[in-house]
């Protein structure tokens, strides 16, 4: 397994490291709290 980071889509930071399989090519998206929004926002894989 290998970590990797979710930005926030409304402001760009970096919250989370996620583990995720090598194997898989789909980018992750989830729906988490940002504590800069103060919000539940999606978070999407970046590199």
């Known amino acids: 397994m290998k970590k990797?980071?979710?930005s926030c889509e409304e402001c760009g930071n970096r919250n989370y490291n996620v583990p995720k399989q090598n194997d898989s090519t789909i980018r992750l998206t989830?729906?988490?709290y940002?504590?800069?929004?103060?919000?539940?926002?999606v978070h999407k894989e970046s590199k």
């Open 34 to 41: 940002c504590p800069t929004c103060n919000a539940h926002t």
């Open 30 to 32: 989830l729906k988490k």
């Open 4 to 6: 990797v980071p979710l």
